[in-house]
């Protein structure tokens, strides 16, 4: 697998176990090596990485355009698997290239539409291996969503994000803020993470997606909740 060491760089998080965002009030969450490794095989299988290349302009080079990283997250919604990832990640994208965590499996997506909250739907081309048509979009087991309240504020949730050449760590981060005056009812999260990037709760069920970086120039990431807020106090 190529290396992916420059994603530490974007979220601005350290590459060491149990580490957390770089932010002074985000959660001091410390794992032992035993429980990240466990918490790693759990989520890791969930998990795609996303190449995406412009649409370039009639008297560009496609070779020349620059390309953008993300991640993606299989998810069971409503008895079907749909594979979730940031809108804007995917917007304007010429060509959108798909890859599992785990092994170097990659294909190509047919399609990314948005659904809401600033969420895609990605749909892979199937390939043929061996005979039988299959693509990184359905390799793997399908994460359960987190219940209401996942995103409420001062929750922590985790997510996994590429540490060096095949591998990954896990990291903690907390809700700063949901709704009011952030657009689409979405949550801010501490920490600077790659566009897709999937959070979990302590179950391993997807509680958001990160679409977007926070407007302001903090170390903070906007994330899409799969699940309404909880109950108010």
Known sequence: MRSLGWWMLVAGIGAFPGAVPAQEDAPATFLTLERQTASLDRLLPHLL????????DPLVDPAFLPRKHGMAVRVALAERVVVLTSAALVEGAGDIEVSTALQPER??????????????????????????????????????????GACDP????????????????????????????????????QGRFPE??????????????????????????????????????
């Open 49 to 56: 990485l996303v190449t995406v290349r412009p649409e370039p």
């Open 107 to 148: 294909g190509v997506a047919s399609s990314a539409a948005p659904t809401r909250g600033g969420l895609a739907d990605v749909r892979c081309v199937p390939t043929r291996e061996g005979g039988e048509p299959r693509s990184p979009c359905d390799h793997g087991p399908a994460a359960a969503p987190a219940p209401a």
């Open 154 to 189: 001062d929750r922590v949730l985790h997510a996994v994000t590429p540490a060096g050449a095949g591998s990954f760590v896990l990291v903690s981060t907390v809700v700063a803020a949901r709704g009011g005056v952030l657009p689409e009812d979405l949550a801010l999260v």
């Open 196 to 233: 897709g990037t999937p959070l979990f709760d302590a179950e391993g069920r997807v509680a958001a997606v990160v679409v977007r970086p926070a407007a302001d120039s903090s170390a903070r990431s906007l994330a899409a909740p799969l699940a309404p807020p909880g109950p108010a106090a």
